[in-house]
């Protein structure tokens, strides 16, 4: 592994909902946990944002009428041996946003909400990234949204307001990791567009800036490298937007976690945090049609850890969990004891003036049986699912700010 540092983002491209269960595989069972009294070697923390344990019945579910089923199908992670339940409050509400949620996993410690990678009077806290890194991992942060977006930002920033989107940026050269991530870099040029290109702020610290996976292929240049969407070049990074079929040119998830491992290697130790954050969006939204979508994305990129994971048993640990809920999912939704998984595959939304997007959503939901509670987070727990080297730590009944110190082996 050289000396290179890597910030790599990109916009990932939506899989085709009957094309879903293609990503799906069960891990060996026959996986025995194993103790760890030092972190494992190769460390994969993986966020699906906004994922409870709904969200993750609803796409194995969906999965299981794919394959002819009533149930039965699985996604990657939910095979894995050892299963927790995560708390999720924040320190001054009982329902987190995505950046005190993200602090309290990466830092081990409780913030107020809007707070990125700082206790609640300000003072700057060490995420397990930094810890990791001080103890000879190569870091590598990567997300399916923008790279300064909340929960990646709560592994590298320090920033009073999760909405200061410049100057977390300006945090990604300073925190000297490997290896950067996501789907472009909101407020590109500052909130009032006056500030100087981040592309070139980041060039002059060192980072190269590549757009899409072709030229970070391409590159010959050993001083680093940084890469954008290929089609947002000098643009701002878009929000919540999914482009569906083969032809979507976007990278996705899973192949991004695969550069991200091939540049990190396997000589030197690693720690990755990778998260599905338009899972978080598509609830927002109560779309249900794109949370399948999100999540079988996110799963690929599960499934391709787990890969790593098979060749590296020992030495590997992989976890999965989320920041919170979103949306208050509920499979079931007064009408009838089945869901309607076809309908939600053919069917439009319904044409009502009278209601704007996320409620039309919510209507598409009920009309097939499936409910929402909110269009926010909810203050439900999460599951977390683990394997490999120091699992079973992750057993039972833990809070978020537990996370770190069983990664890190504190």
Known sequence: MTTLKKVLLYSSAAIVLAAAAGAIFRPDAEVRVRKADKPAKYIFVM???GM???????????LSYKAGRLGGEQ???TGFPVLGLCTTYSADSNITDSAASGTAIATGNKTDNHYLGVAPDGSPLKSMAYTLHEKGYNVGIMSSVPVNHATPGAFYAHQEDRGNYYEISLEIPESGFEFFAGSGILDFNGKDGSREDIDKVL?????????????????????????????????EALNYEIEHGDDAKEDRLGEVLEAAIEYLGDEEPFFIMCEG????WAAHDNNVTELLDAISRFN?????????YLEHPDETLIVVTADHETGGITIGADKGNMIDWSGIEKDSLPE???????????AFSASHNIGWTTFEHTGAPVPVYAIGKGAEKFSGRIDNTDIYAKVVCE
């Not at 409870?52 to 969906?62: D, R």
């Not at 002059?204 to 070049?233: F, H, I, R, T, W």
């Not at 009502?352 to 919510?362: A, I």
Request: overall charge negative; glycine content about 10%; some cysteine.
């Open 47 to 49: 966020i699906g944002d």
């Open 52 to 62: 409870g344990a709904a969200q993750v019945a609803a796409a194995e579910s969906y």
């Open 75 to 77: 996604l990657t992670f």
């Open 203 to 235: 060039e002059s610290k060192g980072y190269d800036v590549c757009y899409g996976l072709d030229e970070l292929a391409a590159s010959a240049d050993e001083s680093g490298v940084v890469v954008l969407p290929s089609d947002q070049k000098k643009e």
């Open 277 to 280: 954050g338009e899972i978080d």
């Open 300 to 308: 690929e990129a599960v499934s391709v850890a787990y890969g790593f």
């Open 352 to 362: 009502d003036e009278n209601l704007n997007d996320k409620q039309k959503n919510r």
